[in-house]
């Protein structure tokens, strides 16, 4: 991943205080839709006070972001971000990417050589900005992983997850092209329209990639990148 300033007036700091936690809690659950159980002050507080990835991203003094990860097997030198934020209107200002760099940046300067994190596989701009902007590669397909949310994102649906791997060290992984390419499952564009607009579609979006992708790793391909038209690209490995 190329160096990336930091957005004019944008501040990235640790949670140090209760009242920075509490604040955390509330933007991550706004952006999640009134999930106040998302990531509650206590945990947060606990993770951040033993030495784990707590930060607030900030617009001058106002907090306009969060992310949280948490060391993880092989002891100390992998680390998985649990949740990362923005509130919305502010998620196309480059901050995702700012709090991204941060975190690698972070996570160097402590000898982890690896992040791992989920995201749901039918948001489009995530899988976009994992796979193709930051190189990330996918290493499991997680059916319902996370069981039922009662949040205003997920609220209704299964949480299928992809799991990534981001090596911090090395060079991006590049998407495939050309004849590497042997298959590929689309996804909508915009899920979360979808969602409000037409749930049942949506859903039904939900079984048709989850069995179209666990199908193509059946048959031993491994999903190499993502395409913004043809979606999910699988190779052999």
Do not use: C
Request: hydrophobic letters at 45%.
């Amino acid at each position: 991943m190329a160096e990336t300033e930091t957005p004019p007036g944008i501040d990235i700091r640790a949670l140090d205080t209760v009242d920075e936690v509490h604040r955390a809690s509330q933007v991550l659950a706004e952006v999640w839709g009134g999930d106040n159980g998302g990531m509650p002050p206590n945990l947060l507080r606990a993770l951040a006070h033993s030495g784990n990835y707590a930060v607030g991203l900030y617009d001058g003094e106002r907090m306009v972001g969060a992310s949280v990860a948490f060391f993880a097997a092989p002891a100390a030198r992998s680390m998985h971000s649990h949740i990362t934020g923005v509130l919305p209107g502010l998620q196309s200002r480059g901050l995702g990417r700012a709090l991204k760099q941060h975190q690698r940046e972070w996570a160097l300067d402590r000898d982890v050589g690896h992040i791992t994190w989920t995201f749901d596989p039918l948001v489009a701009r995530n899988a976009h900005f994992n796979l193709r902007t930051l190189g990330t590669r996918v290493t499991e397909y997680l059916v319902d992983h996370y069981g039922p949310m009662d949040d205003g994102v997920n609220r209704g649906d299964e949480t299928d997850r992809v799991m990534v791997s981001w090596a911090l060290a090395a060079p991006p992984a590049p998407t495939p092209e050309g004849d590497a390419v042997v298959a590929s499952v689309a996804v909508p564009h915009d899920i979360e329209a979808m969602r409000r607009e037409a749930p049942a579609v949506a859903a039904a979006w939900r079984i048709r990639v989850r069995e179209d992708i666990l199908a193509r790793l059946a048959d031993g391909l491994v999903i190499g990148g993502f395409d913004d038209e043809r979606g999910y690209l699988f190779v052999r490995p």
